[in-house]
């Protein structure tokens, strides 16, 4: 503090008035070239003192902070504004100094006395400042050189990049220990900034370490320097490279150094991402799979139609590694996947977003090994570790526009199906309706259409394909999830459920009916009556349906397996049919969701505080809910909650949330 108010009082605005009056008196002579080299004088004395000073008073303030780059910012800007005064010297060799850097700050107190010209006084500051970090480098203790080797690399495992960075320019022997923590140079970002030059310069020996590389630079010498280092195989055991839309840009003027790199790369890269933005040059898919033979998992992102950069699939060699495809784009055609699955024949997952319907065509005639497809899916695609080992070839998971924005037409859509019902598994579809006429020439020329080995349904039961979606699970003995919206024939899909096995979770939404109670509450009966001795229905969600009471809930809450419930809108209930069903599920559920219900009270959120084993409660949309409420639950659960998220309830304040954080583990808010 004491050096800042020295600084600021060395301030003085006397001489630049007086270069004012002195300008003023030229321009009113009309003197134009005196006016210049008096202006030019002002300029330079505000430079010389002012603006100098109060850099150094930011810079000090900054490194003060802890805010190391902003203070050698500031202190290079006083070198460049006045290269021959040693104030901006001083203050980056201090600024040096105070980081532990004192080798480099005695080369900036080098350079200013080589280079400035100043009063004795600031010479002489130079001299001092240069001798007392000599002093430090005498007797500093380096324990980073002393500490064993399995400290030193637990340190510097907790370092950010940019830190690791700056750490390889300190000494001799910090960089030694640096490269030798191999599992600190994983993972490489480079973005562009100045500590990433640093890291450059080291490639050559933490490239066999280096993994995983994200590119998320523009800079075409620094992308330029890391092709040229992989290519030379210095980079020997990359897995995987990450490229952002940065990354991308004008990536095809530097085709030249790419090919080589991945070339060189080509045994052990085995994930690609690729995020080329609106980039119209960047790299074509037909080139990536030429190259990168040994590639098992590719993404690839662009804003423009892929045609345009799918590249010449006619002289591209067939790719046998490839199993994982991720596309995105504002079109994807028929033809362009027919060329990726003619030369990937052991493609397994393919995920699409942005896709004509003429690509299920493409994948139904040419995917003989797919077992993941993703159309215009919005939900989360599994892996395809979690499937399992399947029995026997086809597809076993299908997801297809399954938020239901855009209906796939029925014709691009049931052959494929049609062709894999004995294999698949996960089935979550959007079809149009299907007018009386259209559903008998479908069941025409689909006979026999089942899906005897679905474990997983989503779909729209609409007018016609619930008949036909019906129709295909009514023998089966496997179906364990099954998700609905905009049910066109509740009772049949009730009767249908009651005639199979149970499920374990049931997910409705947007069923505005209020006809069908007596078969819901008949199918919660049954699934009450067999949880007693097998397993039943564990997870319900019902959004928007007009037919869940508070009876209706009664008859839920008799399922001894049930864990998991979220209600949304259901306008039929109460606020003490919710108490009823809170007070009857206490000692077996573990989540509970409610959202955008107005009868919802305090009371009702003090009673979910009542619940043994719960662990995680989401409120969103409750509109009567206050602090009460919100503070009663906290009270009651007492430290037994994991999570609680609240989202756009008016009435609860940051004051509930903060005495919430002290006793529940994970807090949202929004």
């Not at 933490?206 to 992989?230: A, C, Q, V, W």
């Not at 530097?254 to 790369?265: E, M, N």
């Amino acid at each position: 503090m004491e050096e800042l108010v020295t600084a600021i009082q060395q301030i003085n605005l006397e001489p630049y008035h007086e270069l004012i009056q002195r300008l003023s008196k030229t321009i009113a002579s009309c003197n134009y070239q005196q006016v210049v080299n008096d202006a030019s004088t002002a300029i330079n004395e505000v430079f010389r003192t002012q603006l100098l000073i109060l850099f150094d008073i930011r810079s000090h303030a900054q490194s003060m902070l802890g805010h190391y780059e902003l203070a050698c910012a500031d202190a290079q800007r006083m070198i460049e504004y006045a290269p021959t005064q040693a104030e901006g010297f001083i203050r980056q060799g201090d600024i040096y100094s105070m980081y532990g850097r004192h080798s480099r700050a005695i080369e900036v107190y080098d350079e200013g006395l080589r280079n400035a010209i100043s009063d004795q006084g600031q010479i002489d500051r130079l001299v001092a400042s240069k001798a007392a970090t000599a002093a430090k480098i005498e007797r500093r203790v380096d324990f980073f050189a002393r500490l064993p080797a399995e400290i030193v690399n637990a340190i510097i495992m907790g370092l950010p990049q940019n830190t690791k960075a700056i750490c390889l320019t300190v000494s001799a022997i910090w960089r030694k220990r640096m490269l030798a923590c191999a599992d600190a140079w994983r993972s490489l970002s480079v973005w562009e900034s100045p500590e990433d030059f640093h890291i450059m310069g080291a490639t050559t020996y933490i490239g066999p370490y280096i993994k995983h590389m994200t590119i998320d630079t523009s800079n075409e010498r620094m992308r330029t320097g890391l092709f040229e280092h992989m290519a030379q195989g210095f980079i020997s055991k990359i897995h995987s490279v990450k490229f952002t839309a940065p990354g991308t840009l004008h990536l095809q003027r530097l085709i030249d150094g790419v090919i080589p790199a991945f070339w060189q790369a080509r045994h052990t890269l085995k994930v690609l991402d690729f995020d080329l933005g609106n980039n119209v040059t960047g790299i074509t898919l037909a080139s990536i799979l030429n190259v990168c033979s040994s590639v098992t998992d590719l993404s690839y992102r662009t804003y423009i139609s892929l045609q345009y950069l799918a590249g010449d699939f006619t002289i591209a060699e067939q790719h046998n590694s490839l199993v994982n495809l991720r596309l995105k784009s504002r079109t994807i055609t028929g033809d362009v996947i027919r060329n990726i699955l003619q030369r990937c024949p052991q493609l397994k997952r393919l995920v699409m977003t942005g896709c004509e319907p003429t690509v299920l065509d493409a994948v139904r005639m040419h995917a003989v090994n797919l077992e993941i497809l993703a159309y215009n899916a919005a939900s989360q695609i599994p892996e395809l570790q979690t499937l399992g080992v399947r029995e026997k070839p086809g597809l076993r998971v299908v997801y297809a526009n399954d938020e239901g924005t855009i209906a796939v037409p029925h014709i691009y859509l049931l052959p494929l199906l049609f062709k894999h019902m004995s294999t698949l598994e996960n089935v979550f579809v959007y079809l149009p309706a299907l007018p009386a006429n259209e559903l008998a020439q479908v069941i025409a020329t689909y006979p026999g259409f089942t899906l005897d080995s679905v474990k997983r349904l989503s779909f729209w039961p609409l007018d016609g394909v619930q008949s036909f979606m019906l129709r295909a699970i009514q023998n089966t003995r496997t179906l364990t999830h099954l998700s609905v919206a905009s049910v066109h024939d509740l009772d049949a899909l009730l009767k249908t459920l009651l005639g199979l096995p149970p499920l374990t979770t049931l997910r409705m939404a947007h069923i505005r009916s209020t006809n069908n109670r007596a078969v819901f509450n008949q199918l919660f009966q049954k699934y009450a009556t067999l949880s007693r001795s097998q397993p039943s229905l564990r997870s319900a969600t019902f959004r928007y349906c007009y037919e869940i009471t508070d009876e209706m809930l009664v008859s839920l809450a008799q399922i001894q397996t049930l864990r998991e419930v979220s209600l949304c809108g259901l306008r039929s209930l109460t606020t003490a049919g919710i108490n009823t069903f809170l007070g009857m599920v206490s000692g077996q559920l573990e989540y509970i969701r409610l959202v955008e219900m107005n009868f919802i009270t305090d009371d009702n959120i003090a009673n979910i505080g009542n619940m043994n084993i719960l662990d995680t409660v989401h409120l969103e949309g409750l509109r009567h809910v206050t602090d009460r409420g919100i503070r009663s639950l906290v009270d009651r659960m007492d430290h037994k909650l994991d999570k609680l998220s609240i989202r756009s309830c008016p009435l609860v304040t940051d004051d509930s949330i903060r005495y919430a954080e002290k006793k529940i583990l994970i807090i949202q808010r929004s």
